[in-house]
């Protein structure tokens, strides 16, 4: 299987700027809520569990203002990433020491072959965020479609 189109993964559905929350755990709980309400997640309280499961192993701050959280969870549906940008700086733990203000959710269904699929849209998603004009894009965002345009630049 090639690389995995960002195209194919970015789902307006589950964006959002200006998003509320001042913290990771009400950072989590909005893109959560996305995921339910757009049917990629079956329930709350055990994909957030899985989550903060893998909050413990590592840190998910890559630096730059932004987090890629994860959950590989039976509670997952479909495989997928909620993509948001808070006005506030979240604290958060990352390699640079700084909070995040854009956090990457990723729903990830439970078992090996997800695992892989997972590793694909990781890889697809971090090309892109290790470019400065994304990520400065990214920050500036002030809609769903800005943010969508800021992935291809």
Known sequence: MGPMNLD???DRNVMG???PGKTKKEAI???SQKLLDAGYIAEIPGFE???YYRETLGITGIGNYVAIPHGQSKSVLRNGIAVGKFDEEILWESIDGRGVHVVCLFSVQAGDNAGNTHLRMLA???SELGKDKVIDALLKAQSVDDM???FKL
Do not use: E, S
Request: aromatic share 0%; net charge negative.
């Open 8 to 10: 194919d993964i970015l």
């Open 17 to 19: 700027v200006n998003l």
């Open 29 to 31: 709980d909005v893109l």
């Open 49 to 51: 569990k899985d989550i």
């Open 124 to 126: 697809a998603l971090a």
């Open 148 to 150: 969508i345009a800021a």
